[in-house]
């Protein structure tokens, strides 16, 4: 069993942990992203975030190291739409196309850093857009990833409490192929 905190996750993540969040609110969400992202460009390792333009500003805005990291490749984004358009095949993703894509910038990454976090927010792009089979296969070729390289991932679902399928069966499958889940409303402590 895990005895690591919430906050020791977020600073000391392992190769092979595989976080979700969810989140309500964009301001609590960026916190723990820059939290998890700032550690890590501290320690020297590559930050890889796939996610949308307006996440990734924000996330930016919070972390003092971004320009510099980002000017060096520490730091490097990705869209979330666009590098979805690059394995999406038929509305599912497809393993080759996502390992080319995905796989092939975290190969090159561990080549010059001693560690890679991702954060990624398609899952959430498929969910939000009611493409849960596609979502869930996306979790479990990111965990088929991980299982061929060393990277950390932090993913996160917007909650909807209009929703009712965000609290049925298809969240909990979405739940069990994670190592950890951080709750919405999740504060931590001040960096």
Known sequence: MDSRTTDQLLQYPESGDHIVQTW???SALADTVSRYLDAGLRSGEAALVVARPAHFEMFKRRLPQA???GRSGQLCYLDAEDTMARFMHKGMPDWKRFHIAVGGLIAELRLQYPAVRVYG?????LWQRG???AAIR???YWNDLARLQTFSLFCAYQLDDRDSLTYG???ECVCRLHTHLIPAGYAGSAA
Do not use: T
């Open 24 to 26: 309500d609110d964009e």
């Open 67 to 69: 320009r510099i990291a």
């Open 138 to 140: 996306l979790e479990e």
């Open 121 to 125: 927010e398609m899952v959430d792009v």
């Open 131 to 133: 493409e849960r089979e």
């Open 169 to 171: 069966g298809s969240f």
